[in-house]
Structures are given as structure tokens and as C-alpha cells.
């Protein structure tokens, strides 16, 4: 009988078993809609990236036979609602069965599960056929285990799936080389710059604006950059493994403000879309390292393997062991409001101005611009996980809630009080100018901790640290911190304390 199949946005998988053959039984649904535009607020780049994508799958796949219905944005029959989009379809085509991909975001789960109790005809949810793991395959590793240590995942996934290892010991004799990880990036080596795509979605943007669709970031309509089929995936990916992979764990911590993107990959959009699955990346990666041994250390390639195999895994896994509680935690209980500068990029505080900057400007920042500028600040001014949430979730072009929150709630928040992450990750400026040429051209002092032109993350750290100490305090690893702390004077202490408020309150005035 007739069969209708609903393809998400994010599960742009060409190689899934639902295309090996053409079914003339079979019809396809995707929908461009409101529904998921509106359940916050986007960067306009990452609305015109899903819309492009999916307009691009349907494209190469209805060439190959497969039959679609595909509803746009703009169109009038279009319900902008998955439920009813999905009753009016099966209806339409007379559908004996309805099927669907299992959905990586809990919303979409919930809701796609009662769509599928309230129909009268068969269902059935299939796996996406993507990642390393399945949704519950975390759980089950660390069921019993008070703490759930990425690195103890990580190793597991190299063993079990053979990823540089050899009869159970790592390749090269270590799991991790993060210690060499840490270099700062001072105008050597080159960055090879690729042309990118410049995709002229002039078009397609009308028809967002029309839709009436609320959106917020800039766009370059002409020189559109992100990679949306399958050939401008793989082609981002043959360029990082050919000229960025050389020198990616060397650079990964790096900052710089004349280059957004260092040896970043740049695949997540690629990855979380689904149009390029994790295992390519990783096999193509071990390719182009085993062919060029000699030229690349093993380093730079562990590196980026722990991101993808262990990482991007272990936060999905993360996810679906402990949502939905996970999405209401603040166990900092900060409360305070996101500064307007967030929209702006509108402050003196240079490393923030460009992390912001080029958020908005690019719809991407990279891990440690996320983690230890924009985060770190998010944290130390106390600022509620809720409104965090929502900007990650909103601003870059890869923000699905499966790895936008275990990223900012966990790891950069800690308002999950320590499932991800064993301490939370706040520095004062010392961090930031380690890494980044950020402190130089800085309107504000990174060596000054009093005064107007003292950093502001200079006081911020030590205010946060005091005000938290209660939640602290049987934390092993903060031990340090807070010893240092009590040495304070009472006189700095009420400086610091003094300082922050000011901040706290009127942040865009800094
Ligand atoms: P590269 O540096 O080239 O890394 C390669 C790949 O590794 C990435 O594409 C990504 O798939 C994976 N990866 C690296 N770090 C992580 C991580 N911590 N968690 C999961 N996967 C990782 N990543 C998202 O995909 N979506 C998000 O919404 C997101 N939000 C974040 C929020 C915060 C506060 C932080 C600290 C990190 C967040 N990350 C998120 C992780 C990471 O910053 C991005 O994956 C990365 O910057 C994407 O750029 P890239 O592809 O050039 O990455
Ligand atoms: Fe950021 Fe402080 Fe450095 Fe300025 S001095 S760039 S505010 S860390």
C-alpha cells in the first residue's frame, strides 16, 4: 500500500536505506515551516542553510526517481504545523502506513509520537543512520557510574569502532594529546583561504522575508558560504583533510582577530544536517593521514578524531540520557538578563566584540570563542542559562538543541552543576591572552585588575568564584581557586564585589 515518509530538516541523509531503491509505493514529505522557524529566534544564515538544504536533497533525489512532496515557506496551502501537515499528507495521498526518522530533538520526538498515536493507519519510526551511537547507548555505558567521564566514552568508541587503535592500545601510544593542543596562532603557519561557494540565494531570502519569518544576523545574499548538497559538503571536507588538517590540534584553542576560522573545519552545519555523516569524516581524515604520515603528526588528527568520535557522541548521548529535566537546570540559580551587546557585538570589550562581531556577521564562531569568551563572560556576569540557551540556540549556523545545550548549559554554563563538564569554564584575562592577539588592541588593560581600564574579567572571575563558593566547595578541582580567593583582603574583596555590580547591571555601558 501507499507509504508516506516524513523527512526533518536535519535529516538530510542520501545514504540512509530509504533511498537504495526507488518505491513508486513510497512518497516523501518535507515541510518548510513556521513551526520551526519561531521556536526561537534564528540568524537568517541558518534558516537559508536548512531551506537550501533540504531544497538541494529533494532536488538530487527527485532526479534519481524518488517522488516528494515538498511544502515551501511561502506557500499558501502550507499548514506551517508538523501535525497538521502530516494528517492533510496522509489524507492526500491515500497513505496506508506513515513513517519517520527517529528526530534528535526531544521537542520533535514528543511531538512526532503522539502525531503517530493520533493517526489510523500503521506507523513506524526507523533510525537515522548517522551517528556512531544509538540514542540510549551512553546510558547504558555509564548505568551505575556516579560520573560520566568523556574520555572513558572516547576510549571506548576508538575500541569499538577501530579508530587508531591497534590490538586495544592507541595508536602512537597515548588516547589524548590535548596537552599539545595549545599553541597561539601569530601569523604562522599561512591559512589557506578556498574560494567558498558565493551561492547567490537572493530568491529564496524574498521568500523568507515575505513568509514574514523573524530573523536576526546579516547575510551577504550573493556570497552565500555554507555548504548545502552533497558535492559542496564533500568539498569542504577535502579541503580541510588537504590543507587545514596539518595543523588543527596545534591551533585548536587559538584566537585571532583577523582570522574567524584558523583550521577549523567549518563541517558542523555539514555533519548536523546530516548530509555527510560522522564516519566519513573520520575515515576520509585517516586517509589522508595514513597516506601523508610523514608530514602529519598524530597530534593534529586525535585532535579532530576526539571532537567527532568522542565529543559530538558523547553530548548526543548525554542529551537523551537526561532530557527533558536537563533543559530547566540552573543549579548556579543565575538569574540575570542577556546584555543587549549579545545583538550587537556593541562593546569595548575587544574579545567579546569580535566573538559577538562575527556570531552575528557569520552565523559561527569556533569552540573556544563559544566556550572561553562568550561563555565565560555569560557565566561570570551570572547571566540566566535560559536566555544563554536561547541565543546559542538562535546564532549559529550548527545550533540543534541536542548539542547547542549540552555544550551551553553543561559544558559552558555548568548549570547542570557538573555532569559534563568537573569544573566550570571561567578564567579571568590571563586565558584570553594567552591564546588570542585579542588583549592588544583592547580598549581595556588584560594586566590591570583596579581602575577603569582594568578587564573586566579580571574582577568578574573573582566576584563569580565568591558569590558560587557555596556550590563549590566539595569540588576538588576548585580547591585551588578558592584558597587563592580567601588570601584576598577584605578591602579587594569589596573592590571586586563593588566593580562586578557595576558591570552586572549596566554591562553595555562597558
Ligand atoms: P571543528 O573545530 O573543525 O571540529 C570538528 C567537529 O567536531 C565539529 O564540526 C563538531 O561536529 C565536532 N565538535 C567539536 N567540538 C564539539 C563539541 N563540544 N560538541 C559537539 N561536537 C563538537 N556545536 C554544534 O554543532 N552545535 C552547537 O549548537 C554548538 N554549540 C556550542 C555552544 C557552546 C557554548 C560551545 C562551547 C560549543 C558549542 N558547539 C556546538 C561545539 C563546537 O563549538 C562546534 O561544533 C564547532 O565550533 C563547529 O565548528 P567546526 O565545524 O569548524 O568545528
Ligand atoms: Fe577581553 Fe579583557 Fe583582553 Fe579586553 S583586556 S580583550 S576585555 S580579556
New binding site residues.
Partial sequence: GATLRLILGDQLNQKHHWFDSVDDNVTYLIAEMRQETDYVKHHIQKVVAFFLAMRTFKEELSEKGHRFIYLKIGDPNNPQDLAKIIKAYCDATSAERFEYQLPDEYRLDVQLKRIAKSLKIDTHAVDTEHFYTSRYELKDFFSGKKQLLMESFYRMMRKKHGIMVENGQPDGGKWNYDQSNRKKWKGTPEIPHERGFRKDVTDLLKEIEQAGVKTFGEIDPEKFNWPVSRADCLSVLNY?CKELLVH?GDY?DAMHTEEK?L??????????AKIIS?KE?IDKVLEQYHENKENIDISQVEG?VR??VG??E??RGIYWKEMPDYAKLNKLENQNPLPEFFWTGNTKMNCLKHAIGQSLTDA?????Q??MV??NFALLAQLHPDEVDQW??GV?I????W??I???RG???FADGGIVATKP?VSSSNYINKMSDYCGSCHYKHTQKQGDNACPFNFLYWNFLDAKKEHFKDNQRMTMMLSLLEKKSASEMEYIREKSAEIIKNPDTF
Fill in positions: 580541510f588543527f585548536q576560522y583550521f577549523h573545519s567549518r563541517l558542523s552545519f555539514a555533519m548536523n560522522p569524516v579532530f571532537q567527532i565529543w559530538r558523547y553530548m559561527y564562531a569556533h569552540h573556544i563559544r566556550l562568550i561563555g546559542y540556540l549559529y550548527d545550533a540543534i538543541e548539542v547547542e549540552t555544550n551551553t559544558m559552558s554554563q569554564y
